[in-house]
């Protein structure tokens, strides 16, 4: 990503943590976690593998709820920046969003009966078409920029941001609702099990026992906005997507290279478009899933790269969100610059040797006004964001 800091003028997430950005802040800082067996499905596995599901959350009933999800945090994040559908009339306003299973084609009660010789009700397909999360985004708001669904794995969100921000660069698009988006579900839940990678207890990110990911749900939107129109409405940016980098390591479906050398590609690319060194780093949101292999590559690496740079996990809090993940994390990153602190990495007790470093334990101030949000995905594909604070336009 090159051309210039990309002003962030509004953010809205909802999360285990809390159905709004702050709600969620709060929860981090006081360190509270719930997760436990799900409540909206259900398995005949022996072990009830705990899940960070949203509570006491209904949409609209013709949508999805991952398109609900991202309703939600759009909703927030356009009121934090003060517009609404009437402020968006006549503005090249683009959507970006990241997904991993939000418009997958998974409805088994209907594929079971199709199956089974049955002419079921086209309802449940129709509900699955009309829940492509940007494309809701765009009819919701009466947006007539791109429009784009990006499903890369659990990079999506992070991925979504960094396109976003270079459409603003390009000039293509005056505003962008740029983030990320993901429910829980059976199919996705037993997924998991069945590699063998879901923890039977609450997540342990970076923990040397850690035994693997609980699954979450939940949506960030952030509002990237051109600089001139900042300026026309007299609205001041609440941070600055600074850069964006991205990689692949071409090694394994599901696996991170060993030597992490894809990632560090990512940094290092996300680092040079922000004309950043690691001295100005106040900290890195790792993507920290609490699964073995991902967990020591991702360590190791920033034990490499950024030795002494405080880095931390929030999925402790909000599970393995996937496609949603890097928007949410990116989402928190920019709060925890505005507090100048970072609340300490949920479920970690014991550092591992195997990576050399450790994140953070308790609620820690951090000193400077840049921090990077990263997201590793299956595929071997990288995605980091360099977000900072700083003179606003």
């Not at 709060?335 to 007790?349: D, Q």
């Amino acid at each position: 990503m090159t051309g210039g800091a990309v002003p962030i003028s509004g953010l809205g997430c909802i999360s285990a943590a809390g159905s709004t950005l702050d709600a969620c802040m709060d929860t981090l800082f006081l360190g509270r976690r719930a997760p436990a067996p799900p409540r909206r499905f259900s398995t005949s596995h022996p072990i009830r593998y705990p899940v960070f599901e949203v509570p006491d959350f209904e949409g609209p009933a013709d949508l999805l709820r991952t398109a609900a999800l991202l309703l939600s945090a759009a909703e927030e994040a356009l009121a934090d920046a003060g517009l609404d559908r009437e402020a968006l009339a006549g503005l090249r306003v683009g959507a970006c969003i990241g997904t991993t299973v939000g418009s997958a084609m998974n409805n088994e009660p209907f594929c079971q009966a199709f199956r089974a010789g049955a002419s079921p009700s086209m309802a449940p397909m129709d509900r699955i078409l009309r829940s492509n999360p940007a494309a809701v985004l765009a009819r919701t708001f009466g947006l007539t920029g791109p429009c784009q669904t990006i499903v890369n794995a659990c990079s999506s969100g992070t991925d979504a941001v960094g396109l976003g921000a270079s459409w603003i660069q390009a000039g293509l698009c005056d505003l962008v609702l740029a983030g990320g988006a993901d429910e829980l579900g059976r199919i996705t839940y037993n997924g998991f099990i069945s590699m063998r990678i879901s923890a039977p207890g609450p997540c342990r990110p970076f923990d040397r026992d850690r035994e693997g990911l609980n699954l979450g749900e939940g949506a960030a939107v952030l509002v990237l906005e051109a600089p001139d129109l900042l300026r026309r409405r007299g609205r001041r940016a609440r941070s600055f997507v600074l850069g964006y980098g991205s990689s692949c390591d071409a090694y394994h479906p599901t696996a991170p290279s060993p030597d992490g050398a894809g990632l560090e590609r990512a940094i290092r690319e996300a680092m040079a478009a922000a004309d950043l060194a690691p001295a100005g780093i106040a900290f890195v949101n790792a993507h920290g899933t609490s699964t073995p292999d991902n967990d020591r590559v991702e360590g190791q690496v920033l034990a490499r790269i950024l030795p002494g740079v405080p880095f931390l996990s929030t999925k402790g809090f909000t599970g393995h969100t996937l496609g949603a993940a890097g928007a949410i994390e990116a989402a928190f990153t920019v709060a925890c610059l505005e507090r100048g602190r970072i609340p300490g990495s949920a479920g970690f007790e014991t550092p591992d040797p195997d990576i050399g470093a450790e994140p953070v334990r308790e609620n820690s101030p951090v000193r400077g006004a840049v921090a990077l949000s990263q997201s590793l995905a299956f595929g071997g594909n990288n995605a980091v964001l360099a977000l900072g604070l700083g003179d606003r336009p």
